[in-house]
T-cell receptor, first 115, second 114 residues
Framework: EPEVTQTPSHQVTQMGQEVILRCVPISNHLYFYWYRQILGQKVEFLVSFYNNEISEKSEIFDDQFSVERPDGSNFTLKIRSTKLEDSAMYFCASSGQGLSGNTIYFGEGSWLTVV | AQSVTQLGSHVSVSEGALVLLRCNYS??????LFWYVQYPNQGLQLLLKYTTGATLVKGINGFEAEFKKSETSFHLTKPSAHMSDAAEYFCAVSAFSGNTPLVFGKGTRLSVIA
């Protein structure tokens, strides 16, 4: 079964550093997403991406964050000047159609620890 | 705005016993409802979803959930728990129309006791 793959599975970074989390969505999917889960808290929506642009973003997704689809297969989340509170599990996801009612497939997540 | 409340952050059942994980939602528009499961060190896997039509939906691994509009609930059940069901379960809601993102509950950790 096709799957969403994410790298790295775990990254430790120093506060203030930039981090890039990478994702390979399912190949024929058109919608891509990033969610995050701070330890012990809810899974939270960050951003959705369609047709090479952001289609929706949450208030969490401020200027510190950016997303890019640099080629036909990868989808990246860049976090600039990381803060301690950015420590979380970041999930990439993709779907073939729009959000509503359609199955969103999640990757296994990238654990980010900011020290 | 939409929200999800999952009652009980941790539920423990004996092997073979009924599993009941509770989820209540709030939505100003007709909702789509989902249950995801997360096994240790793995990603989120869709168990089942309700969009339209039959209010009792069946998912993988013997789980099912019933959409009750009057109660704004979408509880997850399984008649007989298995050790392999031990995991974190997340209820999520999205709007019926438009590209609105999934809103997740806090999750319920299910433990199965032999």
């Amino acid at each position: 079964e096709p799957e969403v793959t994410q790298t790295p599975s775990h990254q430790v970074t120093q506060m203030g550093q930039e981090v890039i989390l990478r994702c390979v969505p399912i190949s024929n999917h058109l919608y891509f997403y990033w969610y995050r889960q701070i330890l012990g808290q809810k899974v939270e929506f960050l951003v959705s991406f369609y047709n090479n642009e952001i289609s929706e973003k949450s208030e969490i997704f401020d200027d510190q964050f950016s997303v890019e689809r640099p080629d036909g297969s990868n989808f990246t989340l860049k976090i600039r000047s990381t803060k301690l509170e950015d420590s979380a599990m970041y999930f990439c996801a993709s779907s073939g159609q729009g959000l509503s009612g359609n199955t969103i497939y999640f990757g296994e997540g990238s654990w980010l620890t900011v020290v | 705005a939409q929200s999800v409340t999952q009652l009980g952050s941790h539920v423990s059942v004996s092997e073979g016993a009924l599993v009941l994980l509770r989820c209540n939602y709030s939505s100003s528009v007709p909702p789509y409802l989902f249950w995801y499961v997360q096994y240790p060190n793995q990603g989120l896997q869709l168990l089942l979803k309700y969009t339209t039509g039959a209010t009792l939906v069946k998912g993988i691994n013997g789980f099912e959930a019933e959409f009750k509009k009057s109660e704004t609930s979408f509880h997850l059940t399984k008649p007989s728990a298995h050790m392999s069901d031990a995991a974190e379960y997340f209820c999520a809601v999205s709007a019926f129309s438009g590209n609105t993102p999934l809103v997740f509950g806090k999750g319920t950790r299910l433990s199965v006791i032999a």
